[in-house]
């Protein structure tokens, strides 16, 4: 088996994703099971906790000392991470009075265990370096005592006697804590219970985000379909490069923008040079329609007529060549189309997808209750909608449709992808799957700029939901004076039409930007001057990410210059 240090040097030095997913799965039960702890068994957030440690390894593997202890490193960043998401202090200090309150008397069962299982991974982080490097070689990674030795540079007998101690003083750290248990019985629950399976599919998902976020420079921050910050990934309206079209994934990341602009310098250039042949071809047409059939007038040597009609054959020749590379170039598939029709690169770029949408339908799922059946089942709708529309939209503009073309191919397929949901759902899911999807711009806008406000929990917690009425009120107010229905999706980079045609994409950004105008003049009844100033910076950021999305995904998803 290959050593980690060496997965994480090719990963760093070469950028190899196979040594990268060979990391994620090799330490995807550890980080999860940790994660699972510190979040008090909140399964979901431990996934988002799980998404960020590893999307932050991507980001930061090239930093790190060539020797570190990467179980280490990833169980101590995702305390760090757990930390941050739980809001640490306020919780911590909850469980460890509930854990002051539990019986002093040593009880190890599973109940107890369970309920101190979060203040585990609090006190190995208090740790020394060496020690919690033994108990995390020893436990964790799940290493015999060689194995751990070698890790910490030291002999099989140094490691045990290093581990012991090591638990000894988790037990000391246990106790100031209030839980009374044994180092006998620690080695006993850490050996059974430290690190568990992460849920089936986990790390692939995950290395295939971790890996995009860094091939797009963006760490944490996604240039993928979405719009959110409940999670560590940052995903939010503003922040957002790509919605519902796709983004530029690693697998593309050789497509990079020089590229494609240099094919469309190409494609204009040719089309310029088709232009001119005809206008000569047809200026010496002209000419030699006027010279007669006989014989050459006294104005024109019959050397020159014969110079002439070979001109006017070769500009034909070149005309006809120039048409034929036109013609090929418009039936060419897109740049995105053509990594597509590899269906290892196709399924790669839909599980993106599918992990993308899934963030943004999560706060849905959690709501209704969705079981996980109905969950992925609604997640596989998303992500399959998306990649048939790739080969629709460069259909449209190959064929530079018009507008009411757009509108009808894609009222078509979103019909189509209503009613498969309402197959899936219950009448009264579905139509709170509807009110979701309608409202994603105020929700996701409320839910994003909260990180922005300033007060405690409560107060942001209170201007948040002000601000998500003011949008959307104001997005139904819009919507109505624009004589466009009420399902109307507001968020640009959400609608495929807005991919297809850049008129419509227009259309939908004003719009946009005219809510958030006037709900920006409403929130200073209870934003502070300084948040509504944020609140105008976060506007403007919004609209030119969700066009600069737009652009790079049509530019991808039109047929390819040759």
């Known amino acids: 088996m290959t ?41 979901h957030l431990a996934e988002d906790v799980t998404q960020t440690v590893f999307a932050d390894l991507a980001r930061l593997a090239r930093k790190l000392p060539s020797g570190v202890m990467l179980g280490g490193w990833l169980h101590r960043h995702t ?128 290395s295939t985000v971790a890996l995009a976020g860094v091939a797009a420079g963006t760490g944490t921050t996604l240039t993928l379909p979405i719009i959110m910050s409940m999670t560590k990934l940052k995903i939010g309206i503003a922040s957002a490069i790509i919605i519902t079209g796709v983004s530029i994934p690693w697998i593309l990341q050789h497509r990079t923008q020089a590229e494609l602009d240099a094919m469309n310098a190409s494609y204009h250039e040719q089309a310029g040079r088709l232009a001119e042949l005809t206008a000569e071809n047809e200026r010496l047409m002209a000419r030699l329609a006027g010279v007669p059939a006989t014989a050459p007038s006294s104005n024109m040597s019959s050397a020159e007529l014969l110079k002439l009609r070979g001109e006017v054959g070769r500009l034909r020749q070149e005309t006809a060549a120039e048409k034929a590379a036109a013609a090929s170039r418009a039936n060419a598939p897109s740049v995105l189309g053509g990594v597509t029709a ?40 998303h992500a399959d909608e998306v990649m048939e529309n790739i080969d629709r939209i460069t259909e449209a503009l190959r064929g530079n449709k018009s507008a009411s073309e757009i509108n009808r191919m894609f009222d078509e397929q979103e019909a189509a992808s209503l009613a498969k949901a309402k197959a899936l759902l219950s009448p009264e899911e579905f139509a709170q799957y509807q009110d979701y999807t309608r409202d ?44 466009l229905p009420p399902d109307y999706q ?27 105008e006037r709900v920006q003049a409403q929130a200073d009844s209870f934003l502070t001057p300084e948040e509504a100033v944020k609140f105008g910076e976060f506007r403007t950021k919004a609209i030119n990410n969700n066009r600069v999305g737009l652009t790079m995904n049509r530019k991808m998803m039109a047929p390819a210059a040759k």
């Open 79 to 206: 305390c760090f991470v757990a930390s941050n998401t739980m809001r640490s202090k306020r919780r911590r200090e909850a469980r460890e009075r509930q854990a002051v309150e539990m019986n002093a008397i040593e009880d190890h069962s599973a109940a107890h265990l369970a309920q101190v299982a979060p203040l585990l991974d609090d006190a190995i982080n208090e740790l020394g370096a060496e020690d919690r490097a033994a108990i995390l070689s020893r436990f964790f990674e799940q290493g015999d005592f060689r194995s751990v030795g070698a890790a910490l540079g030291s002999t099989e007998e140094a490691a045990r006697k290093r581990v012991d101690r090591a638990l000894g003083k988790l037990e000391s750290l246990l106790k100031r804590r209030g839980v009374a248990l044994s180092a006998t019985a620690l080695a006993g629950t850490l050996a059974t219970q430290a690190v568990s399976a992460a849920p089936a599919g986990l790390a692939a998902s995950i």
């Open 490 to 516: 507001t968020v640009p980079t959400l609608s495929f039409r807005n991919i297809a045609s850049e008129a419509e994409a227009e259309k939908n950004l004003m719009l946009l930007d005219g809510i958030y």
């Open 440 to 483: 994603l711009a105020s929700y996701l806008t409320a839910e994003q700029f909260k990180g922005m406000l300033e007060g405690d929990k409560a107060s942001k917690d209170e201007k948040s939901r002000l601000l998500y009425q003011a949008m959307q009120e104001e997005t139904q107010r819009t919507l109505a004076a624009a004589g």
């Open 342 to 381: 590899d269906p290892e690169m196709r399924r790669a770029i839909r599980d993106q997808q599918k992990t993308a949408l899934a963030m943004i339908y999560k706060e849905f799922a959690k709501r209704l209750k969705l079981t996980p059946e109905q969950t992925e089942k609604l997640n596989e709708l």
């Open 3 to 43: 050593d980690s240090r060496q997965l994480l040097t090719e990963y760093s030095r070469n950028g190899s994703e196979t040594a990268f997913r060979e990391l994620v799965a090799r330490y995807i039960d550890l980080v999860h099971s940790a994660a699972v702890r510190l979040v008090n068994g909140d399964t």
